[in-house]
T-cell receptor, first 117, second 113 residues
Framework: DVKVTQSSRYLVKRTGEKVFLECVQD?????MFWYRQDPGLGLRLIYF???????EKGDIPEGYSVSREKKERFSLILESASTNQTSMYLC????????????????FGPGTRLTVL | GENVEQHPSTLSVQEGDSAVIKCTYS??????FPWYKQELGKRPQLIID?????GEKKDQRIAVTLNKTAKHFSLHITETQPEDSAVYFC????????????FGKGTMLLVSP
């Protein structure tokens, strides 16, 4: 029962191209996230969104932008792809925090392996 | 901001042995610590978590311990099996505002039959 989906598993683009990575969740979650995963570097947060049309920079936002026009969809945009953006990109979503009462589980998508030539 | 260090980066054990992965965090305000398992080619999935008001939590063969004073927490896997082979990530966050998880760099666990 897949709950977070990403538009592509594998993507090959050329340097300078504009790239769109799409993520859709069907759990009505307010919060959505984009990470990149590189060997030895773990999961690094690029951008996140806690509501429609809202966005916040993560730890490594340079070279990326995002769009959240609908609650279920969060897009990552590479305005001009570069070879150092070759990576695995993971989308995630979760329900809004319960504050001190708890932290809701974060669900990940299957990932998009992007290669920029 | 929060910084999470994870060790070791790779861990090889024989089937049936125990495995321990350790993480330290920097922000004393962090109070929630999940662990994710990522099998080869698959998405990370939550396997266990612990909150700062608890020192230890156990779920069958896996357990997590937390030392708030020292700011470190550990994942313990007993009686390891080949299907435990995966990359394990620790993370930390504070349950306040629009909190985000800060992840460690991951540990590749290999369990040999």
């Amino acid at each position: 029962d897949v709950k977070v989906t990403q538009s592509s598993r594998y993507l090959v683009k050329r340097t300078g191209e504009k790239v769109f990575l799409e993520c859709v969740q069907d759990m009505d979650h307010e919060n959505m996230f984009w990470y990149r995963q590189d060997p030895g570097l773990g999961l690094r947060l690029i951008y996140f969104s806690y509501d429609v049309k809202m966005k916040e920079k993560g730890d490594i936002p340079e070279g990326y932008s995002v769009s959240r026009e609908k609650k279920e969809r969060f897009s990552l945009i590479l305005e001009s792809a570069s070879t150092n953006q070759t990576s695995m990109y993971l989308c995630a979503s979760r329900e809004t925090d319960l504050g001190l009462a708890g932290y809701n589980e974060q669900f990940f998508g299957p990932g998009t392996r992007l290669t920029v030539l | 901001g929060e910084n999470v260090e994870q060790h070791p980066s790779t861990l090889s054990v024989q089937e049936g042995d125990s495995a321990v992965i350790k993480c330290t965090y920097s922000d004393s305000a962090s109070n929630y610590f999940p662990w994710y398992k990522q099998e080869l080619g698959k998405r990370p999935q939550l396997i266990i978590d612990i909150r700062s008001n608890v020192g230890e939590k156990k779920d069958q063969r896996i357990a997590v311990t937390l030392n708030k004073t020292a700011k470190h927490f550990s994942l313990h896997i007993t009686e390891t099996q080949p299907e435990d082979s995966a990359v394990y990530f620790c993370a930390a966050t504070s349950l306040s505002g629009y909190s985000t998880l800060t992840f460690g760099k991951g540990t590749m666990l290999l369990v040999s039959p």
